[in-house]
């Protein structure tokens, strides 16, 4: 019996990649900085991901968007992909993972 | 969607050339003020330092100011910036208004040559604000954006006014003396713009830098009508009943305004998620000690009865706030935006992106560039205080050597290779 799905691993594996994506300022990447809300993959739809930034009107927030583009892009060539940039629910530090929190130096 | 543009050629090339540019004047200014210590022993009201003020206000402040908000209004605004050419047009007007200008003070050539250098300052002015206010509106009016564009009308009005004291110089036509127009001048100037466009922009930068939860804006609207009712009292006071007598009180209610905006400020800094500061937010943060000093400063120029100390105070006062306050925060906050655009500029292809904005420029330079300021300055302050040229020219020196480590590592961002 498969543990996951077709979908599921490729969702993990986006999961993954996009630890490639740094926010510029902070210099960690966006999963562990917890500003990916969700990663989806269909095979109608392909991938679709959800993401906000640490605060609205971030000059950075183009350069995140751009670099998810590239990555995907890289490496998931057999679907198209939409990204979207949301503000609900409001990013705040419990969002970080415990690697971006010992990054950050936070307690 | 924010869609800043900044890896547009144009729009790189015109805010690096308002950084250079400024840190080329404040080199300039730090050179001026070590030829000239002695004018620092005197009345405010002389040639030599009406031409470093200028300098130091327009050319170094206002010049830094103009490129970082051409990289940060529409950050605020969501926006384009509305013309990026009609931005070029202005800075030549400012540059050369402000060159003109401070060399009429420097030999005070109150003649044509000022009266040529005032009015073309005024047009870049007026052409930064077209560029300010053309620049698409929120969508949803921000208190950030309502300080700026207010900001900007007082630096509208700062320039009538001084260019109104400068046909005054030959065709007198102002009611009252010289020096009550230049107390409006000064007033509306650093409070009216500097201050106003700093709370601005910094009200929506810090909590963003420092990663702070979000905070209540209510301290920074009662900032904004302390502030602009203050201004607007100090102003028909001095012009329409022709009186500065009571301008110690409206300072106060501006007082009252800068104190809500550091608690703000203060709020933003509490509840950071960011613990250990970078070394250019630890300067931002030093910058708001300044501003507080300068209300201390400001309030026992009135308390003294004497004439020389008052004079000393005054002093002091201007130093506080442009070489104090605006220089640090600026130094802090150059190394916050300037690698920014830079970077985006040069790392546009998303496989060169290992290497972040700050490693743009010299850690190491920015940490030692703050004891050589912070001694220099205090140093220097002291030298006015007990009115003693020794010290003044060891300031001095100080300031030179500051101006210089700023001057190569701003250089280092912009000719940084990958």
Redesign the interface.
């Given at each position: 019996m498969e543990l996951f799905s077709e979908a599921n691993k490729i969702e993990i594996d986006i999961y993954h990649s996009l630890k490639d994506v740094?926010d510029?300022?902070?210099?960690i990447n966006i999963i562990d900085l917890g500003l990916v809300y969700d990663i989806h993959y269909s095979f109608e739809k392909g991938i679709v991901i959800n993401l906000t930034l640490?605060?609205e009107?971030?000059?950075?927030?183009?350069?995140i968007?751009?670099?998810i583009k590239?990555?995907l892009k890289e490496k998931f060539t057999f679907c198209d992909s939409q990204v979207n940039?949301i503000w609900e629910p409001?990013w705040?530090?419990g969002f970080?993972t415990p690697a971006g929190k010992k990054a950050?130096?936070?307690? | 969607m924010i869609n800043l543009d900044l890896s547009s050629r144009l729009s790189f090339r015109l805010i690096s050339l308002h950084y250079i540019t400024a840190t080329i004047n404040f080199f300039i200014a730090s050179i001026l003020i070590l030829c000239s210590v002695e004018s620092f022993l005197g009345h405010y009201f002389n040639p030599r330092l009406l031409s470093i003020t200028h300098i130091l206000a327009l050319g170094w402040g206002g010049i830094m100011i103009f490129g970082a908000l051409y990289q940060l209004l529409p950050v605020i605004v969501n926006s384009k910036l509305y013309n990026i050419k009609l931005g070029f047009v202005a800075f030549v007007f400012i540059l050369l208004g402000v060159f003109l200008l401070s060399f009429c003070f420097w030999s005070f050539n109150v003649g044509v040559l000022m009266q040529i250098a005032a009015p073309i300052l005024l047009i870049g002015v007026f052409l930064f604000s077209i560029n300010v206010f053309m620049t698409s509106a929120p969508k949803k009016k921000t208190i950030e954006y309502e300080f700026v564009v207010s900001a900007i009308l007082w630096l509208l009005v700062t320039c009538i006014v001084g260019v109104l004291m400068v046909f005054n110089f030959e065709y007198v036509f102002l009611s009252r003396e010289h020096l009550h127009y230049l107390t409006l001048h000064a007033h509306v100037g650093a409070f009216g713009f500097f201050l106003l466009l700093i709370i601005g922009v910094s009200s929506k930068l810090i909590p963003m830098f420092l990663l702070s939860t979000p905070i209540s804006n209510s301290s920074l609207v009662y900032s904004f009508y302390a502030i602009n009712l203050g201004l607007v009292l100090i102003l028909s006071d001095g012009f329409v009943f022709g009186s500065i007598d009571r301008i110690f009180f409206y300072a106060l209610l501006i007082f009252t305004g800068i104190l809500t905006y550091l608690y703000f400020i203060y709020s933003a800094y509490k509840s950071r998620v960011r613990r250990v500061l970078d070394i250019p937010m630890r300067k931002s943060m030093l910058a708001f000690i300044f501003i507080l000093l300068l209300v201390f400063f400001y309030i026992s120029t009135y308390a003294l009865g004497s004439i020389e100390y008052t004079f000393r105070f005054i002093v002091s006062t201007g130093l506080l706030f442009f070489m104090g306050f605006i220089s640090i925060l600026i130094f802090g906050q150059t190394f916050k935006t300037f690698p920014f655009i830079v970077w985006i500029a040069k790392f546009k292809d998303t496989k060169n992106r290992k290497i972040l904005p700050k490693d743009l420029y010299s850690e190491k330079l920015l940490q030692f560039q703050l004891p050589v300021f912070f001694i220099g300055f205090l140093v220097f302050l002291l030298g006015i205080l007990a009115q003693n040229i020794q010290l003044l020219y060891c300031g001095a020196i100080l300031f030179v050597i500051t101006a210089l480590l700023f001057f190569i590592n701003v250089m280092k961002i912009v000719l940084y290779k990958s």
């Open positions: 740094i510029p300022e902070l210099g640490s605060s009107g971030c000059p950075m927030g183009d350069v968007l751009d670099d590239a990555v940039l409001k705040h530090s970080i950050l130096n936070l307690n | -």
